[in-house]
């Protein structure tokens, strides 16, 4: 299994940024798929966004679309989930997450290694 660290999170006013990390322990970080998850209280985790093994093709939920930017670094073995606009619904904690993938594609789910996850908090 892969070994994942989030980190980034914190509270923010509603409208604000922030920008959470993930690291990742692998050699092989280039054949990994990476996503986004959260779950906020009460509720089940739900899938944020994900990017494939070059970072060439992302995908995100619709809540999230247009406000919120994946990408990775494969020389430095990080994903980044950049969070612009936010609003107090994506009060979460937020999940990096890995599986291994023989080809560039994007996974929604199915995700076998993940984070201990960030606390974002958005106040109104």
């Known amino acids: 299994q892969v070994q994942l660290v989030e980190s980034g999170g914190g509270l923010v006013q509603a409208g604000g940024s922030l920008r959470l990390s993930c690291a990742a322990s692998a050699r092989t970080f280039s054949s990994l798929a990476m996503g986004w998850f959260r779950q906020a209280p009460g509720k089940e985790r739900e899938f944020v966004a994900a990017v494939d093994r070059s970072g060439g093709s992302t995908s995100y939920a619709d809540s999230v679309k247009g406000r919120f930017t994946v990408s990775r670094d494969n020389a430095k073995n990080t994903v980044d989930l950049q969070m612009n606009s936010l609003k107090p619904e994506d009060t979460a904690v937020y999940y990096c997450?890995?599986?291994?993938?023989?080809?560039?594609?994007?996974?929604?789910?199915?995700?076998?290694?993940w984070g201990r996850g960030t606390q974002v908090t958005v106040s109104s």
């Open positions: 997450a890995a599986r291994h993938s023989n080809y560039d594609w994007i996974y929604r789910r199915d995700y076998d290694s």
